[in-house]
T-cell receptor
Framework: TQLLEQSPQFLSIQEGENLTVYCNSS?????LQWYRQEPGEGPVLLVT?????EVKKLKRLTFQFGDARKDSSLHITAAQPGDTGLYLC??????????FGTGTRLKVLA | DTGVSQDPRHKITKRGQNVTFRCDPI?????LYWYRQTLGQGPEFLTY????????KSRLLSDRFSAERPKGSFSTLEIQRTEQGDSAMYLC???????????????????FGPGTRLTVT
């Protein structure tokens, strides 16, 4: 069974702090996606990484895909209250099945 | 393009009743997925359609659950004889799988609808 483990599970930080969320697996994925989800809503796609070692930056968010395409990280610089939410990674296994991580619940305090 | 839509957004039902949810994917997407999500957890895969064909169904899906995608457009998920354990968020997602284009492609990005929150009392 393929699993994606995220850490930490919960994170509560002050506005302006930096943080990193990790997504780890023993399996290789074709690509990996990161989502943010707010209560009562569906996950919203943030980024897709497809190449081992790839780094993508979206404003204050930096995403990295591991060289072996088994793990990924999300780094947020100078977190803001609007970053609060559930962060999910999802790996594409094969050509159609997505395996979701366990989620990281982030709360940024003003 | 209005994205993936789901209806209803919320459903409260009594145990033993049947419920049906609808998902309208992004129009050009040939792939459609149903997931179930409980509070604080990541989505769990339920089933997958490529066009109108249901190609995979999770073992999580008991025989009380059935999904269809007639004509390869919208999809419905029906739960018969609901139980309290069925209470969850039911999410639909769609993607554009392009034959011949490698899975390591952004064409396989998956987009979610807002979900249907089911409460079984």
């Amino acid at each position: 069974t393929q699993l994606l483990e995220q850490s930490p599970q919960f994170l509560s930080i002050q506005e302006g702090e930096n943080l990193t969320v990790y997504c780890n697996s023993s399996s290789v994925f074709s690509s990996l996606q990161w989502y943010r989800q707010e209560p009562g809503e569906g996950p919203v796609l943030l980024v897709t990484v497809v190449t081992g070692g790839e780094v993508k930056k979206l404003k204050r968010l930096t995403f990295q895909f591991g060289d072996a395409r088994k793990d990924s990280s999300l780094h947020i610089t100078a977190a803001q209250p609007g970053d609060t939410g559930l962060y999910l990674c999802a790996g594409l296994s094969g050509t159609y099945k997505y395996i979701f991580g366990t989620g990281t619940r982030l709360k940024v305090l003003a | 393009d209005t994205g993936v839509s789901q209806d209803p957004r919320h459903k409260i039902t009594k145990r033993g009743q049947n419920v049906t949810f609808r998902c309208d994917p992004i129009s050009e997407h040939n792939r459609l997925y149903w997931y179930r999500q409980t509070l604080g957890q990541g989505p769990e895969f339920l089933t997958y359609f490529q066009n109108e064909a249901q190609l995979e169904k999770s073992r999580l899906l008991s025989d009380r659950f059935s999904a269809e995608r007639p004509k390869g457009s919208f999809s419905t998920l029906e739960i018969q004889r609901t139980e309290q354990g069925d209470s969850a968020m039911y999410l639909c997602a769609s993607s554009l799988g392009v034959p011949g284009q490698g899975a390591r492609s952004r064409a396989y990005e998956q987009y979610f609808g807002p979900g249907t929150r089911l409460t079984v009392t």
